[in-house]
């Protein structure tokens, strides 16, 4: 028997519906899987009253606008008691450490007490975004310091050659394929780069004057790029105290009379979406290995026990 038209829409309509409430049900069961093995949520995740923030800096250090507007708006937060600056980087852009020392150091101008803390490395501009704290904590095997710009290019033009290959460029200018990886610097080009190398280089010479309260002579003596341990860094002036979040959490309770008790508070730039999210995978998976534990499933098992 042959089926009319709209009874096959309407069909076509309610398996439709029908797939979508499945996925929102699975999605749902997920969900709430998740929360059940996950536990409670991390100290002080959704609620409100007095705290302090931990900024963490992990990894290479950009331009990320969203982290800075973060920062500036915890500085407006009337319940934040602190910040801590949780730093394990080796570096970055010179834009990006600029921008977040800037933010940092806005929350230190609006009265909040801030310390930094290094993690294993702390370096290049790793180091500039811990220069507003007011006291900064280093491992004695941290590596920090690195003082200094670099910029970096290769250039093949003798490769090129044996190849017989030649590349060409127009240019608006002498200097506007300066460097360029098809042919030497131009000594005209190296001077050029040198200079804002070294503008750069002042620009960060003047932080550590200001953030370390050192003469601009004995900043540049240090600001050769070496690299140093927290221990030399402590020696050098340019860190004050070997320790890590716990003696950070003591000063703030000496210093500033703030408990060592306070909730801490992770400042997290990704949305409320995005982190219920993320809790929820992490939670889904360390349930999945409770579960596979449980059976007697564990890497390097082929069959239950």
Same mark, same amino acid.
């Given at each position: ?90 570096? %970055?852009?010179? &834009?990006?450490?600029?921008? @977040?020392?800037? #933010? +940092?150091? *806005?929350?230190?101008? /609006?009265?909040?007490? $801030? ?114 341990? %927290?221990?030399? &860094?402590?020696?050098?002036? @340019?860190?004050? #105290? +070997?320790? *890590?979040?716990?003696? /950070?959490?003591?000063? $703030? ?53």
């Amino acid at each position: 028997m042959a089926l009319e038209p709209d009874l096959l829409l309407d069909r076509r309509r309610l398996k439709r519906q029908l797939g979508f409430w499945r996925g929102a049900l699975i999605l749902g069961a997920v969900l709430g899987g998740a929360a059940l093995f996950a536990g409670p949520l991390p100290e002080g995740a959704g609620l409100g009253g007095e705290h302090v923030a931990r900024l963490p800096l992990n990894g290479t250090i950009t331009d990320n606008r969203d982290l800075v507007r973060l920062v500036e708006r915890a500085g407006r937060d009337p319940q934040m008691r602190a910040l801590l600056v949780a730093i394990d980087s080796p570096g %970055g852009t010179v &834009a990006g450490g600029e921008a @977040l020392h800037t #933010a +940092i150091r *806005g929350v230190r101008a /609006a009265g909040k007490p $801030l310390v930094a803390v290094m993690g294993g490395t702390a370096a290049s501009a790793g180091y500039m975004v811990a220069l507003p704290a007011e006291r900064i904590f280093a491992r004695e095997a941290t590596l920090t310091g690195s003082i200094g710009v670099i910029l970096q290019s290769f250039e093949a033009s003798e490769l090129m050659d044996r190849l017989g290959l030649r590349a060409e460029a127009l240019t608006s200018g002498p200097l506007k394929d300066q460097p360029s990886p098809f042919r030497p610097l131009t000594e005209q080009g190296r001077a050029s780069l040198n200079a804002v190398i070294q503008d750069m280089q002042s620009q960060f010479v003047a932080m550590v004057v200001a953030g370390r309260n050192m003469p601009e002579e004995r900043v540049r003596e240090l600001a050769d790029g070496r690299v140093m341990t %927290g221990r030399q &860094a402590v020696a050098l002036g @340019l860190v004050d #105290a +070997i320790g *890590g979040e716990a003696e /950070a959490r003591r000063w $703030l309770a000496e210093a500033h009379n703030l408990p060592t008790d306070l909730r801490l508070r992770d400042l997290d730039p990704r949305g409320t979406a995005e982190r219920v999210l993320s809790m929820a995978s992490i939670g889904l998976w360390e349930g999945g290995i409770a579960v596979l534990r449980g059976q007697g499933w564990w890497p390097g098992q082929l069959l239950p026990r």
